[in-house]
């Protein structure tokens, strides 16, 4: 049985006064790609910042590798192997795309695999070996999305949070996002993906959590939540 890498107990956030998250309890396995899907306000995004430390928890914990990392900075999560893509994408748009992914590598000191995981990124995303020198400010959303998630890949992460990944962008370039997302899930990277867009979330994912109001209402395999009345009616129009 896959071993537990991300565990959220009880978790309460709060901003000024507001609970904005009420108590959510959620886990991801070594190997799966789970989504947390809501409406916007929902919660989702304030759960993402709770997990990396960007927000202080009220209550709860937040387990990752068996260990509690309940007040850790980003920076202490990124070098255990704990990536998050954060929603608005956040690339160093005074930077080149090369230099943006020589960022996402900072804690590491392999040079020669750093090179070969500048590849690989590459690889993944040939429209920025076409434009490795070109500024990130000067690319568009769907490009600066794939910066944002070439950089989080250079950390080599045990798990990547993708924070609303296709909000923003053209049909075509989400078509390619949610291609991409598969393909790092298939390199054997353990995802947590929150999104609005539930249909293309649900397509993709293992394991599902529906998120309403601050709390998880729903949770499952994925195939049963996408075929589900209630899920069905309100985040997929029918």
Do not use: C, H
Not at 58 to 71: A, H, N
Not at 136 to 152: F, I, N, P
């Amino acid at each position: 049985m896959a071993n537990t890498l991300l565990k959220v107990k009880g978790l309460k956030v709060a901003y000024g006064g507001i609970k904005a998250v009420k108590g959510v309890d959620l886990e991801v396995k070594e190997g799966e790609l789970v989504t947390l899907i809501g409406s916007n306000g929902a919660g989702k995004t304030t759960t993402m910042k709770a997990i990396t430390g960007s927000l202080p928890l009220v209550e709860g914990d937040i387990e990752y590798l068996g260990k509690s990392i309940r007040g850790m900075g980003a920076w202490d999560l990124v070098r255990q192997g704990l990536a998050m893509v954060p929603e608005g994408r956040g690339v160093f748009t005074r930077m080149t795309i090369t230099e943006n992914l020589q960022m996402g590598a900072y804690i590491r000191t392999d040079k020669a695999d750093i090179a070969s995981d500048i590849e690989m990124v590459f690889g993944i995303f040939p429209r920025l070996k076409e434009r490795k020198d070109q500024l990130a400010g000067t690319m568009s959303g769907g490009e600066q999305q794939m910066l944002a998630m070439g950089r989080a890949l250079m950390s080599r992460p045990k798990v990547l949070l993708l924070d609303e990944p296709s909000m923003g962008l053209s049909p075509i370039m989400v078509d390619k996002i949610f291609e991409v997302v598969r393909d790092v899930y298939a390199r054997g990277v353990t995802i947590l993906l929150v999104e609005q867009n539930a249909s293309r979330a649900l397509g993709i994912a293992d394991r599902g959590y529906v998120m309403e109001s601050g709390i998880v209402t729903m949770n499952g395999p994925a195939k049963d939540l996408l075929t589900d009345p209630r899920v069905r009616a309100a985040y997929l129009g029918e």
